[in-house]
């Protein structure tokens, strides 16, 4: 077992306690916190748990933070972390982040995700729900249980099927959002418009998906994209820009179309 | 003392052809008569949210629910090896019936036949079905699904997406459960704990839930309730479960007259991250399907030198030597036992012995390191980011940790527990993998259970009731408000200072220690003994932060789940307790054989234990025989 440990300073957003709560409001602070004793085999999550527990037992308010699975996959940790959300390390969830990559005494940066359609709930944590209400308006595609033929009667050329699968892989977190200066949630709505016009059961609503997602997106106030690809450095699912320009263009297919 | 009988309510004449029958027997409701109907679906895992979905295509008015901010992000998100069927697309033999044999023989003879080839039967339908949806599967080049090989079974027939077949198939389960709230039959509410059963004369007739943001208690009535609320290896608080996994909702039911079956069937997983300190908050599973490749061993004795430096003729591959036809694809419970064994006799490796070498390097020099990297590369990455170690270069270590449990609420042939409108699904549940579970069946059971079986059988029940005769405001429900409120009061208002999950990961370390991968009266004695201490000590250490009201408060949510963990624990040590046999994951030490395997005891066991709680009397164990008509009562063997 590795017996370094390591201290730091954290800068920690906090939603101030003992006001009446609002959610969506922000009247947050930073609030300095100094930690010690933290071994580098710790993950960046684990390092806040014991930092709660301290701040618990003496007689405060622990910070509130979101996490699930802690394994990278679920997408409920948030967390920008130096200014960038999951943290620097690429490719990483804040809860895959471990104390070995945080120099021994350097002060530590902790914000919420950041977006006009994320309003905070409190410290920490944010509501994303938004992102669920941009799937309900058309991520899906439209097959009743029952009625599937057999797998093997739908074939997908290799090549399709990975592509689909890597904008897949999107775990809903919202760090493409919360890095954008516009806030928007084209990488997130891309992602799916990219998985599911790849596929041959994905091509008879193709057309009225793309609709109805990039509506939903604009009513919940994310904005347009500006090309500061902002999102594709953060996403720690590796979805790149390509699937904003596919869901250009389809969007660009669909006007046409109607 | 009240006597209960279980009614299995299983058709009668052959295995394969009771479903169809039930089937072609049930009554259907009145499709204009669906929409008066309201079921609340608990927990949106693959098992809840295929549900909730296929209920609100068939009509119903469907509410469904979960802790989480997003019902996307329920824990089956995280199963990364794959999903089992009968498709036979290798040829090698597979079929209905070998699925059905190998899943029985798996759980070690301590499952319901009729339930486990019933499973069998619709595992095709699932992947037709998955596909249909655009679940991304592994494929071919020429354009034909693939499949891999898991532990216990001699064919190949798991379905998989990469590492991450849990999260594919929940975002398909996801879309579809979508699709329902945009078309209005499924309205989802998150952030909601699950608090207690509404139960009048006998019959579930809704849900109390806690609204998590606003910390108020919301009142919702019901015609039905399905319990999709996952597993509880999470009471051992390191486990490869989520943080926010819990047994409350479950526990809560039995508390009301649902009854617990066989709590002390509980998987550890052989291939996960050794735990590195004391901080650690949860293991990290690296999937089954790492075994088709990976082969496990430890030095012949204690070795301090690195992995590559120990030449082969010092290395035992003990797998392959102790089970030669499975070889490092054994059952879980048997891989762990094992890895156990030889850490026990001090020859594991890496920080305190605890651990055994996983080794790619005869697959990397006979595939090449292309061929591993598409089938694993997912999960090298997320082993090198927690230990920091390339398992390219160097082999993985890894160890036994608690993963999945395999009993649950007591359900009928119908999913239907013994409470008249009370259903339970996936994990949750006891049903089909008896005392051990094999790889890529968790997936299959919770699919079957939510698209197929409970969607039919949930009508039986409701013909027999009448929709909406009890109301969210009805006065009989007030007193139970107050009841549930009770112990959040109490939480509130103590005085120490230690933080729940201090307090969690002690009764995690009693039940690692005394009720884990081997058990025995003196140690189960000693762990209810410690963990009634705890619960007393419990109430004295505890702190929970005001943030002025009961609103947003995370410290209060583990604090309750907590709670429900220790008490729950009790129950999971007393049935390991009185299982006086070894069978599957369950290992009493006194009961074993020569050579060290799992001993049962089909005289006096072939049953299974379904607890009834008493209030502050021991509960009582009630039995539901089981019959082996189609696959002979044997000896397991792997060798
Ligand atoms: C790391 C890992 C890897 C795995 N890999 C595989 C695999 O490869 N193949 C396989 O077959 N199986 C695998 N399993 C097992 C399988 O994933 C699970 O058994 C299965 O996903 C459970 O699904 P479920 O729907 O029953 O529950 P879950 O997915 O756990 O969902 C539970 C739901 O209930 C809700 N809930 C829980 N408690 C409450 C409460 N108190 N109040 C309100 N809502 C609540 C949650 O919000 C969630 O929506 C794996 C498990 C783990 C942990
Ligand atoms: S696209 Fe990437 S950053 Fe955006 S929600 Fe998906 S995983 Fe997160
Ligand atoms: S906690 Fe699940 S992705 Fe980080």
Redesign the interface.
């Known amino acids: 077992?590795?017996k370094e440990t390591r201290n730091y300073k954290i800068l920690l957003w906090r939603e101030p306690?003992?006001?009446?709560?609002f959610?969506g409001e922000m009247h947050g602070a930073f609030v300095t916190e100094n930690i010690s004793g933290i071994?580098p085999?710790?993950?960046f999550?684990?390092m806040l748990?014991?930092l709660?527990?301290r701040i618990?037992?003496?007689?405060?308010?622990?910070v509130?933070f979101?996490?699930?699975?802690?394994?990278?996959?679920?997408?409920?940790c948030s967390l920008v972390i130096n200014g960038v959300a999951h943290g620097r390390q690429t490719?990483?969830t804040t809860c895959?982040l471990?104390m070995?990559s945080f120099k021994s005494g350097s002060t530590i940066v902790v914000e919420p995700f950041r977006a006009r359609s994320f309003p905070v709930?409190?410290d920490l944590?944010v509501?994303?729900?938004a992102?669920?209400r941009i799937?309900?308006?058309?991520?899906?595609?439209?097959?009743?249980?029952?009625?599937?033929?057999?797998?093997?009667s739908?074939?997908?050329?290799?090549k399709s099927?990975d592509q689909?699968?890597e904008a897949?892989?999107c775990?809903?977190c919202g760090a493409c959002v919360a890095m954008c200066k516009n806030s928007s949630a084209m990488l997130f709505v891309g992602a799916k418009i990219s998985?599911?016009s790849k596929?041959p059961?994905?091509q008879p609503e193709r057309y009225e998906r793309v609709k109805r997602m990039v509506e939903q997106m604009q009513v919940e106030g994310f904005g347009g994209c500006s090309n500061t690809m902002a999102c594709e450095a953060v996403c720690p699912k590796g979805i790149t820009t390509k699937v904003i320009s596919e869901l250009n263009w389809e969007f660009l297919k669909m006007t046409l179309k109607s | 003392m009240e006597k209960i009988i279980l009614e299995t309510k299983v058709p009668s004449g052959p295995v394969s052809e009771k479903w169809k029958k039930y089937c072609e027997t049930s009554k259907p409701i009145n499709p204009a008569n669906k929409r008066k109907y309201h079921v609340i679906v608990v927990g949106t895992g693959l098992a809840g949210a295929?549900a909730a979905?296929?209920l609100g295509?068939l009509g119903y008015n469907v509410s469904s629910f979960c802790f989480?901010?997003?019902?996307?992000?329920a824990?089956s998100?995280?199963a990364q090896g794959g999903i089992n069927a009968a498709?036979n697309?290798k040829n090698d033999g597979d079929n209905v019936w070998r699925l059905f044999c190998d899943t029985i023989k798996g759980g070690d003879f301590r499952a319901r036949e009729a339930n486990v080839y019933r499973l069998a039967e619709l595992s095709v339908?699932i992947?037709?079905?998955?596909?249909?949806?655009?679940v991304?599967?592994?494929?071919?080049?020429?354009?034909?699904?693939d499949n891999r090989s898991f532990g216990g079974s001699l064919v190949s027939r798991t379905f998989y997406?990469?590492g991450?077949t849990?999260?594919?198939l929940l975002?398909g389960a996801?879309?579809?459960l979508?699709?329902q709230?945009?078309k209005g039959t499924v309205k989802n509410y998150?952030r909601m704990e699950f608090q207690d059963l509404i139960v009048i004369d006998g019959v579930v007739k809704g849900v109390i839930m806690r609204d998590l943001?606003s910390g108020e208690f919301a009142v919702f009535t019901g015609d039905a309730v399905v319990l999709a609320t996952g597993g509880y290896s999470a009471a051992f608080y390191l486990s490869t479960n989520?943080?926010?996994c819990n047994v409350s909702a479950t526990y809560r039911a039995y508390k009301k007259g649902a009854l617990f079956a066989n709590p002390c069937f509980t998987q550890i997983h052989p291939t996960c991250i050794p735990q590195?300190?004391h901080?650690?908050?949860?293991l990290?599973l690296m999937s089954e399907s790492l075994r088709n490749d990976g082969r496990v061993w430890v030095p012949k004795e204690k070795d301090m030198r690195s992995p590559n430096e120990i030449p082969e003729t010092e290395r035992d591959y003990y797998l392959e030597r102790k089970y030669p036809s499975y070889g490092n694809l054994a059952p879980r419970d048997i891989a762990s036992r094992a890895a156990k064994q030889v850490c026990d006799d001090n020859r594991g490796v890496g920080?305190?012995g605890k651990g055994v070498y996983l080794d790619f390097e005869n697959a990397i020099n006979r595939l090449g390191k292309d061929v591993i990297s598409a089938r694993y590369g997912n999960l090298f990455?997320?082993y090198e980011?927690?230990t920091?170690e390339n398992p390219y270069e160097t082999p993985m270590r890894i160890y036994p940790a608690m993963h999945y449990s395999m009993g649950g609420l007591w359900v009928n042939y119908e999913l239907m527990s013994n409470l008249p409108g009370l259903f339970v699904i996936g994990e949750a549940n006891f049903s089909d993998h008896g005392a051990n579970r094999l790889g890529a069946s968790a997936l299959m059971q919770t699919l079957a259970d939510g698209?197929?079986i409970l969607?039919n059988t949930i009508s039986s029940y409701l013909n027999t009731v009448k929709p909406g005769d009890l109301q969210d405001t009805d006065s009989c429900i007030f007193p139970m408000v107050e009841e549930v409120r009770t112990p959040v009061r109490r939480l509130m208002s103590c005085r120490g200072?230690?933080?729940p999950?201090?307090l969690h990961s002690q009764l995690g370390r009693i039940l690692w220690e005394y009720c884990g991968m081997s058990r025995n009266e003196a140690g189960l004695l000693k762990a209810l003994t410690e963990i009634k201490q705890l619960k007393e000590d419990f109430w004295k250490l505890v702190?929970v932060?005001h943030?002025?009201?009961t609103?947003?408060n995370?410290?209060l949510e583990k604090a309750i789940r907590v709670v429900d963990f220790m008490d729950f624990s009790e129950l999971l040590c007393l049935d390991a307790l009185e299982r006086k046999e070894s069978c599957g994951g369950h290992f009493r030490e006194e009961y074993q054989t020569e050579d060290g395997e799992a001993k049962r005891n089909d005289e006096d066991f072939c049953h299974v234990a379904a607890w009834k709680y008493n209030a502050e009397d021991k509960p009582t164990r009630i039995q539901e025989e089981l019959v082996f008509e189609h696959v002979p009562l044997t000896t397991r063997s792997y060798k």
């Open positions: 077992m590795n306690h003992g006001k009446v709560f959610k071994s085999d710790m993950s999550l684990e748990d014991i709660n527990d618990l037992s003496r007689n405060d308010h622990p509130c979101e996490s699930d699975c802690r394994e990278g996959i679920c997408g409920a490719g990483t895959q471990h070995r709930i409190r944590v509501d994303r729900s992102l669920d799937m309900q308006a058309g991520g899906y595609i439209s097959v009743n249980v029952g009625s599937a033929p057999d797998a093997h739908i074939l997908v050329d290799k099927a689909a699968f897949a892989a775990i809903g998985q599911l596929l059961q994905g | 295929s979905a296929s295509e989480q901010d997003s019902p996307r992000r824990h998100i995280a498709k697309y339908r992947i037709d079905h998955c596909v249909a949806q655009g991304p599967f592994a494929r071919e080049y020429g354009g034909l699904l997406a990469r991450q849990g999260q594919q975002l996801y879309s579809s979508n699709r709230i945009n998150s943001v989520a943080v926010g590195s300190g901080h650690q908050s949860k990290t920080p305190g990455e997320m980011k927690i920091g698209y197929f969607p200072n230690t933080s999950n201090v702190r932060p943030y002025n009201n609103s947003f995370q410290v």
